[in-house]
């Protein structure tokens, strides 16, 4: 009997992913994968993980890994491709690692128009260190450190990390916003994403709205319909700065 070949990206020694029951990240990453076999290109990509539930992710994938300090992934990742443009250089963390201490990194990076591409989960909260509020933080959701719900008044409104970087990139930039909630599309927009940075085009962003049912305290009904009818709400999904549309 043929059996359908394991695709080469898949570590298939690994066993299963660390991260929590429920958690995102691994419908992420599947996602990921799955578009590193389609365009070939396990042997010459270089994965960058950041601080926090992203580092999981060290050993996820047979592909070149590099951890870096919080916040710094960005950086890192700029500096491999300068210093060997033929790698395909991709950047994954978290919304703390992203809006947060690595922030200026983004903003900078994004207003070079670096030939990278950045992979960030936003899922409203600092997972890792036990729930508190993030950048992402809605407005009145509860955390570790907003017992009463986030008080925009006393911290401020929730990040939009991708209209920040798709007001600051310039031409040829490409810029998205999935979700875990549909993987095709979010396929869909990290293929872009890579292969934007493949052709050379530019700085290379997707954000990835995600489930953290152990720090939400939710069921799976409950993280589910907190993910596709409260998040997107105010993160709206879809393509936000695509090369050739004027946008």
Same mark, same amino acid.
């Given at each position: 009997?043929?059996?359908?070949?394991?695709?080469?990206?898949?570590?298939?020694?690994?066993?299963?992913?660390?991260?929590?029951?429920?958690?995102?990240?691994? +419908?992420?990453?599947?996602? =990921?994968?799955?578009?590193?076999? &389609? =365009?070939?290109?396990?042997?010459?990509?270089?994965?960058?993980?950041?601080?926090?539930?992203?580092?999981? @992710?060290?050993?996820?994938?047979?592909?070149?890994?590099?951890?870096?300090?919080?916040?710094?992934?960005?950086?890192? +990742?700029?500096?491999?491709? !300068?210093?060997?443009?033929? /790698?395909?250089?991709?950047?994954?963390?978290?919304?703390?690692?992203?809006? @947060?201490?690595?922030?200026?990194?983004?903003?900078?990076?994004?207003? !070079?128009? &670096?030939?990278?591409?950045?992979? /960030? +989960?936003?899922?409203?909260?600092?997972?890792?260190?036990?729930?508190?509020?993030?950048?992402?933080? =809605?407005?009145?959701?509860?955390?570790?450190?907003?017992?009463?719900? !986030?008080?925009?008044?006393?911290?401020?409104?929730?990040?939009?990390?991708?209209?920040?970087?798709?007001?600051?990139?310039?031409?040829?930039?490409?810029?998205?916003?999935?979700?875990?909630?549909?993987?095709?599309?979010?396929?869909?927009?990290?293929?872009? @994403?890579?292969?934007?940075?493949?052709?050379?085009?530019?700085?290379?962003?997707? &954000?990835?709205?995600?489930?953290?049912?152990?720090?939400? !305290?939710?069921?799976?009904? &409950?993280?589910?319909?907190?993910?596709?009818?409260?998040?997107?709400?105010?993160?709206?999904?879809?393509? /936000?700065?695509?090369?050739?549309?004027?946008?």
């Amino acid at each position: 009997m043929n059996y359908p070949q394991i695709p080469k990206s898949w570590n298939i020694e690994s066993k299963p992913h660390k991260f929590c029951p429920g958690c995102g990240h691994g +419908i992420a990453l599947k996602a =990921l994968g799955m578009v590193i076999d &389609e =365009l070939g290109i396990q042997d010459k990509t270089v994965f960058g993980v950041d601080i926090g539930c992203s580092l999981l @992710a060290w050993d996820f994938f047979n592909v070149d890994t590099i951890q870096t300090h919080h916040g710094r992934t960005t950086p890192v +990742i700029t500096g491999i491709k !300068r210093a060997n443009p033929e /790698l395909i250089t991709i950047a994954y963390m978290g919304d703390g690692g992203g809006y @947060a201490i690595g922030s200026q990194h983004l903003v900078n990076a994004a207003a !070079r128009n &670096e030939k990278i591409t950045v992979i /960030l +989960i936003n899922n409203t909260n600092y997972g890792m260190t036990g729930g508190q509020m993030a950048p992402t933080t =809605l407005p009145g959701q509860k955390t570790e450190t907003t017992p009463y719900g !986030r008080d925009v008044g006393e911290t401020g409104y929730p990040t939009l990390g991708p209209e920040m970087v798709a007001a600051i990139a310039r031409e040829g930039a490409y810029v998205a916003r999935g979700t875990v909630a549909n993987l095709r599309q979010l396929k869909g927009f990290i293929k872009k @994403a890579i292969e934007n940075q493949m052709a050379g085009n530019g700085f290379s962003f997707v &954000e990835v709205l995600s489930g953290c049912p152990t720090n939400w !305290r939710t069921n799976a009904k &409950e993280t589910w319909d907190f993910i596709e009818n409260t998040m997107t709400q105010y993160f709206k999904v879809g393509e /936000l700065k695509v090369p050739g549309k004027g946008e």
